[in-house]
């Protein structure tokens, strides 16, 4: 399955939707996310900081920085692939959705 893997990623983008909820304190967690590729939906963890997302295939770590609204990915022998966030909707009370599409690493 990994040489099939390097033709997927190549082609294919990868995009995640989070759902952020903040308290009425500030204090802010988006441990609810799904990521949305060609080899399927899974559940990640969002929140600020890097981490190896368990459920994913081939994903060994991704890295979010709320702060500049950017991330970088990395699968199993490929290089670094980055997320930006493109679009974010309040939905209801302390609620918010954001989505983060794939684009050219430039950091």
Not at 41 to 50: L, Q, S, T, V
Not at 74 to 100: A, E, G, I
Request: hydrophobic share 35%.
């Amino acid at each position: 399955m990994l040489p099939l893997l390097g033709l997927i990623t190549g082609a294919a983008a990868e995009d995640v939707t989070i759902m952020t909820y903040c308290g009425p304190w500030g204090s802010c967690t988006s441990e609810t996310a799904m990521w949305h590729s060609i080899l399927g939906h899974f559940r990640i963890n969002a929140n600020e900081g890097c981490r190896d997302p368990p459920d994913v295939p081939y994903l060994n770590s991704i890295c979010f920085d709320w702060g500049n609204q950017r991330a970088h990915f990395f699968y199993d022998n490929h290089p670094k692939r980055c997320l930006q966030q493109w679009t974010s909707h309040p939905l209801f009370l302390f609620t918010s959705m954001q989505r983060w599409r794939e684009v050219a690493c430039t950091w």
